[in-house]
């Protein structure tokens, strides 16, 4: 399960999310976002077949309609999303 609390800015949405243990996103997300890891790992699944592992204090960028995503967790964990 997610858990999320946003914030709205003009132009700009900034998400703090909590992903329950054993996380699994149930569909590729197509929107582009800036995450940054607050705390533990997770991984993130492009729908290519590629994966990258963010610990704490990494972040990546995924881009609108190009990089179709998904992310999965083993432990719960806390994330900044843009």
Request: glycine share 8%; proline share 0%; hydrophobic share 30%.
């Amino acid at each position: 399960m997610a858990y999320w609390q946003t914030m709205q800015f003009k132009g700009l949405r900034i998400r703090y999310v909590e992903y329950s243990q054993n996380y699994k996103a149930d569909h590729w997300c197509e929107k582009g976002h800036i995450v940054y890891c607050l705390k533990g790992e997770v991984t993130n699944k492009l729908k290519n077949g590629e994966t990258t592992t963010l610990h704490e204090g990494m972040s990546y960028v995924v881009s609108d309609g190009l990089s179709a995503h998904r992310s999965i967790t083993k432990q719960r964990r806390s994330f900044i999303n843009y």
